[in-house]
T-cell receptor, first 111, second 113 residues
């Protein structure tokens, strides 16, 4: 079963705008990870945030984690056409090592 | 490093045939994962290995599916006999340790007619 659930399911923005997507999960976690998948390709790891961390940055990406609300957000600033992809959050439960993926958010960046 | 290598990249077969998918993980990674992705069910974990030992195969759909990891640099996922509902993209991923960042291969797109 899917642990993480992304919201929204789809997002369309203009190039240069920011894109924000959210992820909610059900059980306590060891860490939460965000991945990107371009059409027809494999998943690419973006950021891993641990349960004792609240925020992480990587280039134009910013991830926040609120364990009290069991939620995370991924912000892409100054979006580019190349950011068009599906974005997945995945959680590693506290008592296991398996990664559980959500259904993903499809982001379209219009030129 | 070459990344995770999967073969074949595409496979078209007829119902009832045996299908074998192959994966070479990144050197030095101790954990290997097989996933299946479909539009209807999303990304599903089928099985994962740690130090070549199968740890959790609860995601394997049924007895028609089997996976092996004879050594640290090679794994196979076999479907016998294949059925049209097995059509999907199958991904292999590896990680340095369990629960950490996973590195995905390009996937094998399987079509069972």
């Amino acid at each position: 079963s899917q642990q993480g659930e992304e919201d929204p399911q789809a997002l369309s923005i203009q190039e240069g705008e920011n894109a924000t997507m959210n992820c909610s999960y059900k059980t306590s976690i060891n860490n939460l990870q965000w991945y990107r998948q371009n059409s027809g390709r494999g998943l690419v790891h973006l950021i891993l945030i641990r349960s004792n961390e609240r925020e992480k940055h990587s280039g134009r990406l910013r991830v926040t984690l609120d364990t009290s609300k069991k939620s995370s957000s991924l912000l892409i600033t100054a979006s580019r056409a190349a950011d068009t992809a599906s974005y997945f959050c995945a959680t590693v439960p506290s008592n296991d090592y398996k990664l559980s993926f959500g259904a993903g958010t499809t982001v379209t960046v219009r030129a | 490093d070459a990344g995770v290598i999967q073969s074949p990249r595409h496979e078209v077969t007829e119902m009832g045939q045996e299908v074998t998918l192959r994966c070479k993980p990144i050197s030095g990674h101790n954990s290997l994962f097989w996933y299946r992705q479909t539009m209807m069910r999303g990304l599903e974990l089928l099985i994962y290995f740690n130090n070549n030992v199968p740890i959790d195969d609860s995601g394997m759909p049924e007895d028609r599916f089997s996976a092996k990891m004879p050594n640290a640099s090679f794994s196979t996922l076999k479907i016998q006999p294949s059925e049209p509902r097995d059509s999907a993209v199958y991904f292999c991923a590896s990680s340095r340790t369990r629960g950490e960042t996973q590195y995905f291969g390009p996937g094998t797109r399987l079509l069972v007619l």
